[in-house]
């Protein structure tokens, strides 16, 4: 590029329809390159949006040289004067359908080497092993970078929810000295000399928490070792979590959890409008009151609307799940539901039982388009009945000292929730697997690469 032009400041491509008649210096990449006799159109992206530039080698022999070597994802800047496209081939899909670049220079900032597949197509129909195997590459299509839009949105929202609320934001440690919820599915570690493991809930810290802030919020990576390969399943996840103290009972719990929920759903929809018709996504629906009834209930109607017994599992199989959300559409008109009273066994050391209904807990699972998207309740806030229960599920107390002391020192009634983001975007846009929801999926048969492959090259390089 000329010296002349480095004067000049970038202007991002979603700003060009401010700019008819002028000149501007554009910053991107080729998406896509048509040649149409003497005539070269790029489709240029940068993170603002697409915009079609024209390179005419009677405006710029130049500039035309230079497009003769462009291919897709070739960085470049472009100098260009912009006009208004002709009647007939205005984009009204596009922001910037109604302008066009004319190419005066370009200049190559980098070169790609030739692509495995095409991306200049509307959507990326790839198996997903091959979406996720090519992942540097497949995150920059513009149908795929919408999901993390929306995910962007998901979290943005929960943190401006809760701050309105009075939450304070921590963050929570991923090393912890034992799992938060017992059981095997927590990651051993070598710690230096000692045994440690990936956190599988900031369960702990975000009570630790409440006795500092009150009300608490964050955002975190989990880790599960669950030896789960489904379409519902990560190992690493990025959970939203909240607890706050000083509740009347635990319903407030599942009111707050019910606010920030509605306050993520309608700021998608009010932001990401554009991203729910690519995918033809429904808005979710959702009542003045989510509805909610108790794991009895819900596996009593199941049964009677499919003649399937599960009426004596302690949780929803996956197909329950399925079939509830189906029944709070048809006769609640609602995409959400409410799952409460899971029994004192299937939930973790510090839920609280009710005293009303003993055996069973005043906890609740959000259930979303038939998939568990958040769970929650009120949490023993009560010292002596902490330890007693967890002596009961073999609870190191002595690796949990400064979780007991929390309670110990005064904690108030308290209860908390956490939502699975994946699950979320997931549901939103009618995902068919999670691992699409997830920028990086972890699971068992990938961390990146998919294992298969790298442990046939570790047994083939010996």
Same mark, same amino acid.
């Given at each position: 590029?000329?010296?002349?032009?480095?004067?000049?400041?970038?202007?991002? =491509?979603? #700003?060009?329809?401010?700019?008819?008649?002028?000149?501007?210096?554009?910053?991107?990449?080729?998406?896509?390159?048509?040649?149409?006799?003497?005539?070269?159109?790029?489709?240029?992206?940068?993170?603002?949006?697409?915009?079609?530039?024209?390179?005419?080698?009677?405006?710029?022999? *130049?500039?035309h040289k230079v497009a003769q070597e462009l291919k897709p994802e070739f960085v470049v800047e472009i100098l260009g004067k912009v006009n208004k496209r002709p009647q007939?081939?205005?984009?009204?899909?596009?922001?910037?359908?109604?302008?066009?670049?004319?190419?005066?220079?370009?200049?190559?900032?980098?070169?790609? %080497?030739?692509?495995?597949?095409?991306?200049?197509?509307?959507?990326? /129909?790839? %198996?997903?092993?091959?979406?996720?195997?090519?992942?540097?590459?497949?995150?920059?299509?513009?149908?795929?970078?919408?999901?993390?839009?929306?995910?962007?949105?998901?979290?943005?929202?929960?943190?401006?929810?809760?701050?309105?609320?009075?939450?304070?934001?921590?963050?929570?440690?991923?090393?912890?000295?034992?799992?938060?919820?017992?059981?095997?599915?927590?990651? #051993?570690?070598? @710690?230096?000399?000692?045994?440690?493991?990936?956190?599988?809930?900031?369960?702990? +810290?975000?009570?630790?928490?409440?006795?500092?802030?009150?009300?608490?919020?964050?955002? /975190?990576?989990?880790?599960?070792?669950?030896?789960s390969v489904t379409t519902r399943h990560l190992t690493e996840v990025t959970t939203l979590d909240a607890e706050f103290g000083f509740i009347n009972n635990w319903l407030?719990?599942?009111?707050?959890?019910?606010?920030?929920?509605?306050?993520?759903?309608?700021?998608?929809?009010?932001?990401?409008?554009?991203?729910?018709?690519? +995918?033809?996504?429904?808005?979710?629906?959702?009542?003045?009151? =989510?509805?909610?009834?108790?794991?009895?209930?819900?596996?009593?109607?199941?049964?009677?609307?499919?003649? *399937?017994?599960?009426?004596?599992?302690?949780?929803?199989?996956?197909?329950?799940?399925?079939?509830?959300?189906?029944?709070?559409?048809?006769?609640?008109?609602?995409?959400?539901?409410?799952?409460?009273? +899971?029994?004192?066994?299937?939930?973790?050391? @510090?839920?609280?039982?009710?005293?009303?209904?003993?055996?069973?807990?005043?906890?609740?699972?959000?259930?979303?388009?038939?998939? #568990?998207?958040?769970?929650?309740?009120?949490? =023993?806030?009560?010292?002596?009945?902490?330890? #007693? /229960?967890?002596?009961?599920?073999?609870?190191?107390?002595?690796?949990?000292?400064i979780y007991l002391q929390a309670f110990r020192y005064g904690m108030p009634p308290e209860g908390g929730f956490s939502f699975g983001s994946e699950r979320i975007v997931?549901?939103?846009?009618?995902?068919?697997?999670?691992?699409?929801?997830?920028?990086?999926?972890?699971?068992? %048969?990938?961390?990146?690469?998919?294992?298969?492959?790298?442990?046939?090259?570790?047994?083939?390089?010996?």
């Amino acid at each position: 590029m000329s010296h002349a032009t480095l004067s000049i400041q970038r202007t991002l =491509i979603v #700003e060009t329809v401010d700019f008819v008649g002028k000149e501007v210096l554009l910053k991107g990449w080729v998406r896509l390159r048509r040649d149409h006799g003497k005539l070269i159109f790029l489709d240029i992206r940068d993170r603002s949006g697409l915009i079609q530039v024209v390179v005419n080698p009677k405006a710029s022999e *130049r500039a035309h040289k230079v497009a003769q070597e462009l291919k897709p994802e070739f960085v470049v800047e472009i100098l260009g004067k912009v006009n208004k496209r002709p009647q007939g081939t205005i984009n009204k899909d596009l922001p910037t359908g109604t302008v066009e670049l004319e190419a005066i220079e370009i200049t190559i900032l980098s070169e790609a %080497e030739a692509l495995p597949f095409d991306m200049g197509t509307d959507a990326l /129909n790839l %198996e997903l092993p091959t979406l996720l195997d090519h992942r540097g590459l497949t995150l920059r299509h513009p149908k795929i970078q919408a999901i993390f839009k929306v995910q962007e949105t998901v979290i943005d929202a929960f943190r401006k929810v809760c701050k309105e609320k009075g939450f304070s934001e921590f963050q929570s440690p991923v090393i912890i000295p034992q799992g938060a919820e017992g059981g095997s599915d927590v990651f #051993e570690v070598q @710690y230096f000399n000692h045994k440690a493991y990936l956190s599988q809930s900031p369960q702990f +810290y975000k009570q630790i928490m409440v006795g500092v802030f009150e009300r608490v919020f964050t955002v /975190n990576k989990t880790l599960r070792a669950e030896p789960s390969v489904t379409t519902r399943h990560l190992t690493e996840v990025t959970t939203l979590d909240a607890e706050f103290g000083f509740i009347n009972n635990w319903l407030e719990v599942m009111d707050m959890a019910e606010d920030v929920i509605k306050s993520m759903i309608n700021k998608v929809s009010a932001e990401n409008s554009d991203i729910l018709r690519s +995918y033809k996504a429904d808005p979710i629906k959702i009542p003045a009151k =989510i509805p909610r009834i108790k794991l009895r209930e819900a596996q009593e109607i199941i049964f009677k609307r499919t003649g *399937r017994d599960n009426r004596q599992e302690e949780d929803l199989q996956p197909e329950d799940e399925k079939e509830i959300c189906k029944w709070s559409l048809e006769e609640k008109a609602s995409d959400l539901i409410f799952v409460t009273h +899971y029994p004192v066994s299937k939930r973790p050391f @510090y839920t609280f039982e009710d005293p009303k209904d003993m055996g069973f807990t005043l906890s609740f699972d959000l259930l979303g388009r038939g998939i #568990e998207i958040m769970t929650g309740g009120q949490r =023993i806030n009560d010292y002596k009945k902490l330890v #007693e /229960n967890a002596k009961k599920r073999k609870i190191d107390l002595k690796k949990s000292e400064i979780y007991l002391q929390a309670f110990r020192y005064g904690m108030p009634p308290e209860g908390g929730f956490s939502f699975g983001s994946e699950r979320i975007v997931m549901k939103i846009l009618n995902l068919s697997n999670i691992r699409e929801a997830s920028l990086f999926p972890r699971d068992m %048969e990938r961390v990146d690469e998919r294992l298969s492959l790298l442990d046939k090259e570790d047994k083939e390089s010996h």
